[in-house]
């Protein structure tokens, strides 16, 4: 029978907080079209001529303020998945990082090397942007064509809504939910309004009514829809009215317009409107990393009691939790099963 593995993708990290580790990490991340998508001149020069040149030195800084002895947050909790994973099933799983290393191409010669010829790809991102699901998967297909022509990858698809996941992440807001809050923030990475359009071919999202509201499948490319729906179908499950929830994105980067609302505007002015007491949680990421333990947990925290904020409450991300590894076995069986059927 035809041996199967399971590659488990990520985004990845710098090799160290080093100031020219980050520059160079950044510099593959920013120079990606799906991340940043001008004309290669423009984004050449928006990269390399002007993020590059201040970036890395604040980056690292940030890194340094969550880096742990074994290496980048990130990095750490992924390679805990594995195991925990590796402990479940009978295939080879491997992990590989969209960007830096391991790298996708590493993590599919490791199959490979296992004598795997039939891979379950799976992006650990529960929503399909084209920043995430789409080049992971554009790179991955790049990556077989020219150097595994005879291996087959099925991919696993996004997850956002699907019951036994929303179940699990609802359970592990549950568990760790104050007893006493005056809302619950969702705060889910941004991308800039632009790509929305882009990859949502049904082009009927509009922003101020976003198209979640519908339910209709023709809208699960819209990015901002998806974190909408994951939202409402936790808060279903927690039996939370509307009114002690607030969404919003996080991360934005340079002058272009992302999806609102904003995270930073939004911790800086709710206090002012009587809601002081506060719990976060980011479920657009399922591993914590630099955007949730420093830009939410440190910054986010610094920004909300500065306005008047008085309890700040961060939520962790699924990290290892074995029920998210359950969750993952399951999307992963799916998978497996398609390579029957071909
Ligand atoms: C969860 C999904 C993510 C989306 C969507 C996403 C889009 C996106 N990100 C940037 C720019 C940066 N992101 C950075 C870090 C970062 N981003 C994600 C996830 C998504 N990004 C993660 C998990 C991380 C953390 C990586 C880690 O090592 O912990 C960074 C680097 C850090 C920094 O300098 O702030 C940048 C830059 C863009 C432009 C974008 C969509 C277009
Ligand atoms: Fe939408
Ligand atoms: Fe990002």
Same mark, same amino acid.
């Given at each position: 029978?035809?041996?199967?593995?399971?590659?488990?993708?990520?985004?990845?990290?710098?090799?160290?907080?080093?100031?020219?580790?980050?520059?160079?990490?950044?510099?593959?991340f920013?120079?990606?079209e799906?991340?940043?998508?001008y004309?290669?001149?423009?984004?050449?020069l928006?990269?390399?001529?002007?993020?590059?040149?201040?970036?890395?030195?604040?980056?690292?800084?940030?890194?340094?303020?969550?880096?742990?002895?074994?290496?980048?947050p990130?990095?750490?909790?992924?390679?805990?998945?594995?195991?925990?994973?590796?402990?479940?099933?009978?295939i080879p799983?491997?992990?590989?990082?969209?960007y830096?290393?391991?790298?996708?191409?590493?993590?599919?010669?490791?199959?490979?090397?296992?004598?795997?010829k039939?891979?379950?790809?799976?992006?650990? %991102?529960? *929503?399909?942007?084209? =920043? +995430? #699901? !789409?080049? /992971? $998967?554009? &790179?991955?297909?790049?990556?077989?064509k020219?150097?595994?022509?005879?291996v087959?990858?099925?991919?696993?698809?996004?997850?956002?809504?699907?019951?036994?996941?929303?179940?699990?992440?609802?359970?592990?807001?549950?568990?760790?939910?104050?007893?006493?809050?005056?809302?619950?923030?969702?705060?889910?990475?941004?991308?800039?309004?632009?790509?929305?359009?882009?990859?949502?071919?049904?082009?009927?999202?509009?922003m101020?009514?976003?198209?979640?509201?519908?339910?209709?499948?023709?809208?699960?490319?819209? %990015?901002? *829809?998806?974190?909408? =729906? +994951? #939202? !409402?179908? /936790? $808060?279903? &499950?927690?039996?939370?009215?509307?009114?002690?929830?607030?969404?919003?994105?996080?991360s934005?980067l340079?002058?272009?317009?992302?999806?609102e609302?904003?995270?930073?505007?939004?911790?800086?002015?709710?206090?002012?409107?009587g809601?002081?007491k506060?719990?976060?949680?980011?479920?657009?990421?399922?591993?914590?990393?630099?955007?949730t333990?420093?830009?939410?947990?440190?910054?986010?925290?610094?920004?909300?009691?500065?306005?008047?904020?008085?309890?700040?409450?961060?939520?962790?991300?699924?990290n290892?939790?074995?029920r998210?590894?359950e969750?993952?076995?399951?999307?992963?069986?799916?998978?497996?099963?398609?390579?029957?059927?071909?």
């Amino acid at each position: 029978m035809t041996k199967k593995g399971i590659l488990l993708i990520n985004l990845g990290s710098p090799r160290s907080t080093a100031v020219k580790d980050v520059k160079e990490y950044l510099d593959e991340f920013l120079m990606d079209e799906k991340v940043i998508d001008y004309r290669w001149i423009f984004r050449a020069l928006l990269v390399q001529g002007i993020i590059l040149k201040t970036r890395p030195a604040k980056s690292a800084e940030a890194y340094k303020t969550v880096w742990t002895e074994e290496g980048s947050p990130l990095i750490v909790i992924t390679k805990k998945v594995q195991q925990k994973l590796q402990n479940l099933v009978d295939i080879p799983v491997e992990i590989g990082m969209r960007y830096a290393e391991p790298s996708i191409e590493m993590g599919i010669s490791n199959l490979v090397e296992k004598g795997v010829k039939q891979i379950v790809l799976f992006p650990l %991102y529960p *929503h399909y942007a084209m =920043s +995430t #699901t !789409e080049t /992971v $998967i554009e &790179k991955a297909e790049e990556i077989r064509k020219q150097k595994f022509p005879d291996v087959r990858i099925n991919y696993v698809q996004p997850f956002y809504n699907r019951d036994f996941y929303i179940d699990c992440l609802a359970e592990s807001i549950r568990e760790k939910l104050p007893e006493n809050f005056d809302a619950l923030l969702f705060s889910y990475h941004g991308v800039p309004e632009r790509h929305i359009y882009k990859t949502d071919p049904t082009k009927t999202c509009n922003m101020n009514d976003c198209c979640y509201k519908d339910h209709h499948p023709s809208h699960a490319f819209c %990015y901002r *829809h998806q974190c909408f =729906s +994951t #939202t !409402e179908q /936790v $808060i279903r &499950k927690l039996g939370l009215s509307k009114d002690k929830v607030i969404v919003s994105f996080q991360s934005r980067l340079g002058k272009d317009k992302w999806i609102e609302p904003y995270t930073d505007h939004t911790l800086e002015t709710i206090p002012g409107k009587g809601i002081k007491k506060i719990a976060v949680v980011c479920p657009a990421f399922v591993s914590d990393c630099l955007e949730t333990l420093e830009e939410i947990s440190v910054e986010g925290q610094a920004q909300f009691l500065d306005a008047g904020g008085k309890d700040f409450n961060y939520i962790p991300c699924l990290n290892d939790d074995d029920r998210w590894i359950e969750v993952i076995r399951t999307l992963c069986e799916e998978q497996l099963e398609q390579f029957y059927f071909l």
